[in-house]
Each structure stands twice: as structure tokens, then as C-alpha cells.
């Protein structure tokens, strides 16, 4: 039997405020974002990409970034998915109790681990940041296609859906959630404190990401 390793009480602080925090984070963007879209709707009309009750992916296909950042900062099996499992339960009742799917939101945050257990939590360079945020997509579209009744949608916006998804997993939720960790972890060390589990040290076996090459892959994508 595996004996997996526990989480210190650091590394719990941190997992819980991720979760707690980035569903209020998310709201506030995803407020703004709506607002900066109605008013380029003149020449840009982002609502009539994807209908529906998904409104516009490009809203929300980068809320699971959580779980990369917290794979970043603790470096062990289930972070994400504690991480994200809270931001589940905080979107629940920051909704009023709307929206009952995201009680299984901890499998956006398990998409997120089991990439970086794939790498043996080694890598945590771009294209394992990349992986880890489309995973952590893909692990949630089961739920949430089935809560609004997705599947029934035609091929014509699955599709469409799909390729939005593909890309907001991969720059929002992986190479947002890295740029944070990485930000976060040069910023602690910087002032002699130890966030999690996590080094920028340890990462010499693959790639730094650092903020260029976030900033060099984002570009890459528009």
C-alpha cells in the first residue's frame, strides 16, 4: 500500500487560502471582463462566439489556474484537488447555493495533479504547466457539460467549445497559474520566507519558466 505524504500545516494555510481565495479573485475578473466586452461589443461582439448558457468561454476557461498554482507551491499528490475542491464549495455558496456542479470541482484541481505525478513532480517547466492546465480543463467538462445540458448542443459549438478550451486551459489556468507560483516563490525568497513545498531551485531539471517565457508563450497564442 502507498503511503501518501501529509501536508504540513504550512502547506494546508496555503491549499486553503488558494481555494478560498480564488472564487472571490475569479468573480471580481469575471465581473470586469464582462463589462470590458459589452463595451467592445461595437466592434467585437465576444457574446455571439459561444452561446448558450456558458455565455463565453473566454470568461471562464481559465478558472481552474488554481490548481497549478497550488501544485507549484505544494509539491505533493492531491494539492489541486484540496485546492480546488474549496474554490468548489466557495463558488457554491458565493452563488447562493446556485450551481450544484461545482461541489465536484476537486476534479479540476486532480486533472492538475495527476499531470504533475506523470512527471514524478519534476517538471515544472511551460509544457508541464501547459499539460496540468488542460488537464485540469478537461477533467471538469464532463460536469459541467452535463449540468447545462451541453452534450445536447450541436457539433457546431462543441467544437468551437472545445478549441476555446483547449486554450484557455493552456495559457489561463497553466502558464496564469505557474507565472503566479513562480512570482510568488521568487517574491518569498526574496524576503527569506518558505512558501509550501515548493523551490525555484528545484526546478533546474527541466526549463525555468520564468516571466518572459510566460509572456513570449502568451503571445504565441493571441
Known amino acids: ?41 461595437g466592434s ?7 452561446g448558450g448558457p456558458l455565455n463565453s468561454d473566454l470568461l471562464i476557461a481559465w478558472e481552474q489556474y488554481g490548481g497549478v498554482l497550488a501544485c507549484f507551491l505544494v509539491r505533493k499528490p492531491g494539492a489541486a484537488t484540496l485546492a480546488m475542491t474549496i474554490n468548489g464549495f466557495g463558488q457554491f455558496f458565493r452563488d447562493g447555493f446556485v450551481g450544484p456542479h461545482h461541489l465536484f470541482y476537486g476534479f479540476a484541481g486532480l486533472g492538475a495533479d495527476v499531470v504533475f505525478w506523470a512527471f514524478q513532480y519534476k517538471r515544472y517547466d511551460a509544457a508541464a504547466s501547459v499539460l496540468a492546465g488542460i488537464a485540469a480543463q478537461f477533467f471538469w467538462v464532463p460536469f459541467t457539460y452535463a449540468y447545462h445540458v451541453t452534450y445536447l448542443y450541436p457539433l457546431s459549438f462543441i467544437g468551437p467549445d472545445l478549441v476555446t478550451r483547449v486554450i484557455g486551459g493552456a495559457v489561463g489556468n497553466g502558464l496564469l497559474g505557474a507565472g503566479i507560483g513562480v512570482a510568488m516563490l521568487e517574491a518569498g525568497r526574496r524576503a527569506g520566507l518558505h512558501l509550501g513545498s515548493g523551490e525555484l531551485r528545484e526546478m533546474s531539471s527541466a526549463p525555468v519558466i520564468s ?6 508563450r502568451l503571445k504565441s497564442f493571441r
Open 44 to 50: 467585437l461582439n465576444v457574446f455571439d462566439y459561444t
Open 1 to 41: 500500500m502507498v503511503k501518501l505524504p501529509r501536508f504540513t500545516r504550512n502547506e494546508l494555510i496555503i491549499l486553503v487560502a488558494i481555494g478560498v481565495l480564488t472564487p472571490l479573485i475569479d468573480d471580481r475578473v469575471e465581473h470586469f471582463l464582462v463589462t470590458f466586452f459589452a463595451n467592445i461589443s
Open 211 to 216: 516571466a518572459s517565457l510566460v509572456g513570449s
